[in-house]
């Protein structure tokens, strides 16, 4: 019913830049907050940032200052801007969001993406 897809990844050198893409699309009335996780080989999916309906961000501790989200209501979509990668960025990276589908579905439901691998080289 809902669809993430994430676009944009892709190997980069390290000190370099990518930007990443998560389009949502199916039948819904609205979006919440929206996010990106990031998974790392052997490690767990940890949260990068969230990005409000309203625009207002929030950052996990080590992306701060480098990484930039954004969304655009119209399109529903949201952006990951990374700047100044290191090789510890290297990961598989997921779109979260909360949807509110509307019609008789109460409440707000929770959809990811399939993921898109960034590779940070040293």
């Known amino acids: 019913q809902v669809q993430l897809v994430e676009s944009g990844g892709g190997v980069v050198q390290a000190g370099g830049s990518l930007r990443v893409s998560c389009v949502a699309s199916?039948?819904?009335?609205?979006?919440?907050?929206m996010g990106w996780y990031r998974q790392a080989p052997g490690k767990q999916r940890e949260l990068v940032g969230t990005i409000t309906s309203g625009g207002s961000t929030n950052y996990e501790d080590s992306v701060k200052g480098r990484f930039t989200i954004s969304r655009d209501n119209a399109k529903n979509t949201v952006y990951l801007q990374m700047n100044s990668l290191k090789p510890e960025d290297t990961a598989v990276y997921y779109c979260?969001?909360?949807?509110?589908?509307?019609?008789?579905?109460?409440?707000?439901?929770?959809?990811w993406g399939q993921g898109t691998q960034v590779t940070v080289s040293s």
């Open positions: 979260n969001a909360e949807v509110v589908l509307g019609y008789s579905y109460i409440g707000s439901f929770e959809y």
């Open positions: 199916g039948r819904f009335f609205s979006i919440n907050a």
